[in-house]
Nanobody, 111 residues
Framework: QVQLVESGGGLVQAGGSLRLSCAAS????????VGWYRQASGKQRELVAA???????NYADSVKGRFTISRDNAKKSVYLQMNDLKPEDTAVYYC?????WGQGTQVTVST
């Protein structure tokens, strides 16, 4: 059974930074592609960034140059470093792999 636990969200001022973590269990993590998604109030969930088992990454256009996804296979964790945060980044952030979702972590960016 896949379990994903996100952490690291919070309230930050525009221009600030946060680092989200996603800890996984129940899977062979090293061969898994993992994605970070977000869902703002009243909007559809969208892909923010993803990282393959080989370390290849892709990003939504809206976060390119500001967010960085990385992974530590020894810790079975994926991270999302978010810099230069904007109010439009406010959302619940989820990690996803093997069709499973974590509970999400709230990120709120104030002006």
């Amino acid at each position: 059974q896949v379990q994903l636990v996100e952490s690291g969200g919070g309230l930050v001022q525009a221009g600030g930074s946060l680092r989200l973590s996603c800890a996984a269990s129940g899977i062979i993590f090293s061969i898994s592609t993992v994605g970070w998604y977000r869902q703002a109030s009243g909007k559809q969930r969208e892909l923010v960034a993803a990282i393959t088992s080989g370390g290849s990454t892709n990003y939504a256009d809206s976060v390119k140059g500001r967010f960085t996804i990385s992974r530590d296979n020894a810790k079975k964790s994926v991270y999302l470093q978010m810099n230069d945060l904007k109010p439009e980044d406010t959302a619940v952030y989820y990690c996803n792999t093997h069709r499973s979702w974590g509970q999400g972590t709230q990120v709120t960016v104030s002006t």
